[in-house]
């Protein structure tokens, strides 16, 4: 009943146009917001699929300097005609996030069409995500408004294929 | 970089009420709708922690039958004050849900408060689950409104602790 006992199936043909985030990732990044801090971070991010019409998609950071977990979120990418992408994604934050946007070799360009929050999260109101992965390497920017600000840099980082296409 | 660098912390405080989904849980299920044919499936839910105040959560269904991959949802629950609860979660629809409800010893209670939509993505107007922990067993409920139809019942399963305390 684990997913161990079932076979590696092929890919989707639908989600065949973002192959190029399959993988593990590791690496670094940087985040800064008008209301906090800056802070250096370590991240693994992970892209899977199941043979499914979907990429699983999971991602945790750690402070740079002491390994203490900051972020984390997971959720799925979905392909649609003509380069549309779809993104949903949950934050322990108590956000929830619908991203759309596009896939152009192998950059993707997104924007939240919304972000919802529980009644005890913070208020975010957009996200904004670029992609583009080159070679081995995968670059991201997250532009955010939040708490009041405008939609703003918070977070860039890079990140190394560690291991290859993986099966969820 | 990856998670089995850093050590195992206790779990958090504020989450102790739902400490008692914590584990892998493996069995089986069935599904209903008026929209679709009954299905049995095998189920794996994992709820785990990072010593951070919230419980990270997954799930995969495989088809009783020929074990082809079914479901899969993804998110976290949060504890607020006086038995709060809530619950985000990613589906790979393309939907995202936000829960609130309460906990009560082994039991849950939630309703959906926002269920969205990608573009592509079916519609589902709510959710409500009940989830209730007896010893060793995990057994949940799910109804959905979806498609036109009111909330009616669409998922019930019993499922089994397979290993104890995850950490994430």
């Known amino acids: 009943m684990s997913a ?7 890919l989707h043909p639908v989600v065949a146009p973002l192959a190029f985030l399959l993988g593990t990732w590791v690496g670094e990044g940087q ?3 008008p209301t906090i801090e800056s802070f250096a971070y ?11 019409p979907f990429l ?14 900051l972020h984390a979120e997971t959720g799925y990418w979905r392909c649609g005609p003509d380069g549309h992408v779809e993104l949903v994604v949950a934050h322990p934050s108590g956000h929830v996030e619908l991203g759309a946007g596009t896939v ?17 999260a913070k208020y975010v109101r957009a996200l ?9 390497h995968l670059r991201y ?11 703003v840099p918070h977070l860039r980082a890079t990140l190394l ?3 290859a296409d993986r099966r969820g």
Not at 4 to 10: F, G, K, M, S, V
Not at 42 to 52: F, N, R
């Open 31 to 33: 985040g800064e917001y």
């Open 161 to 163: 294929r560690a291991s």
């Open 4 to 10: 161990d006992r079932h076979e590696a199936p092929p």
């Open 141 to 151: 920017r997250l532009d955010m408004a939040a708490v009041g600000q405008a939609l």
């Open 104 to 120: 152009s070799g192998t950059s993707v360009t997104l924007a939240s069409t919304s972000v919802t929050g529980t009644p005890s």
């Open 42 to 52: 370590t991240e693994q991010i992970t892209v899977s699929h199941v043979g499914k």
């Open 128 to 136: 904004a995500r670029q992609v583009d992965v080159d070679g081995e």
């Open 56 to 69: 699983a998609y999971a991602q945790r950071t750690w402070g740079l300097d002491d390994g203490r977990p």
